[in-house]
């Protein structure tokens, strides 16, 4: 993959982000996107630079993944792997893999609830059954006579 080190470039040239703004047409957060390594720098407008101050390439680098972990400082690295983690975890949720916190909290209490309620019924069962036991046992001592 390729990329345009347009911070760099801007540097070298003293120019702003807002005179790149002006010269390419698009808004400073893009440029600061591109800048931060958010955004990547679309061919057409590296042709607009290209055609303006001549030879860019330059600024111009082969990106692989070996390069990737190499040029980056850990915070980045760590943001990157956040982002793509989240992203991963959105993704699982909106494919009904894995359930949001909410709805995990919401089920847990639901069984909670109603292991409670088991337990009241195993006890009223329990109770209804030497009710029954003691019945029997006073009918069979009726005396006949």
Same mark, same amino acid.
């Given at each position: 993959?390729?990329?345009?080190?347009?911070?760099?470039?801007?540097?070298?040239?003293?120019?702003?982000?807002?005179?790149?703004?002006?010269?390419?047409?698009?808004?400073?957060?893009?440029?600061?996107?591109?800048?931060?390594?958010?955004?990547?720098?679309?061919?057409?407008?590296?042709? %607009?630079? +290209?055609?303006?101050?001549?030879?860019?390439? /330059?600024?111009?680098?082969? &990106? =692989? #993944?070996?390069?990737?972990?190499?040029?980056?400082?850990?915070?980045?690295?760590?943001?990157?792997?956040?982002?793509?983690?989240?992203?991963? %975890?959105? +993704?699982?949720?909106?494919?009904?893999?894995? /359930?949001?916190?909410?709805? &995990? =909290? #919401?089920?847990?209490?639901?069984?909670?609830?109603?292991?409670?309620?088991?337990?009241?019924?195993?006890?009223?069962?329990?109770?209804?059954?030497?009710?029954?036991?003691?019945?029997?046992?006073?009918?069979?001592?009726?005396?006949?006579?």
């Amino acid at each position: 993959m390729e990329t345009f080190d347009l911070k760099r470039f801007r540097t070298d040239k003293n120019l702003t982000q807002i005179e790149i703004t002006q010269l390419l047409g698009c808004a400073q957060s893009f440029i600061s996107a591109v800048e931060n390594g958010r955004r990547s720098l679309p061919s057409n407008m590296i042709e %607009i630079l +290209q055609s303006k101050y001549g030879d860019i390439s /330059a600024y111009i680098t082969n &990106i =692989t #993944e070996d390069t990737i972990i190499k040029e980056s400082t850990p915070d980045q690295f760590l943001i990157a792997g956040a982002d793509a983690f989240t992203k991963q %975890i959105v +993704q699982m949720m909106n494919d009904r893999l894995i /359930a949001p916190y909410g709805m &995990i =909290t #919401e089920k847990d209490q639901e069984i909670q609830r109603l292991n409670r309620k088991i337990g009241h019924l195993e006890a009223e069962l329990e109770i209804a059954k030497r009710g029954n036991v003691r019945g029997r046992e006073n009918a069979t001592c009726a005396d006949v006579g």
